[in-house]
């Protein structure tokens, strides 16, 4: 997979997991008030995003070879 393929996917599959995430964990409390599941879903997706970023800017780096300087 070459370099830009693996920046799309991170970029669009880095928030979606992340909400599918929130989603799956909102979803018990669907009935209640509106202003704890919205401020649980804006946690967990800015933890998702947040975590997710460096861990996919780390996969789309370029291994260097420790001889070279």
């Known amino acids: 997979m070459n370099r830009s393929a693996k ?10 997991l992340s909400a599918l995430a929130a989603t799956l964990v909102c979803w018990p409390i669907r009935h209640g008030p509106l202003a704890p599941r919205l401020l ?30």
């Not at 920046?7 to 979606?16: E, F, K, T």
């Not at 946690?43 to 861990?55: E, M, R």
């Open 7 to 16: 920046l799309v996917l991170a970029a669009l599959g880095v928030p979606a």
């Open 40 to 69: 649980i879903f804006g946690l967990i997706l800015a933890t998702g995003i947040s975590a997710g970023l460096p861990a996919c800017l780390h996969w789309l780096t370029p291994e260097r070879d420790p001889d070279q300087h």
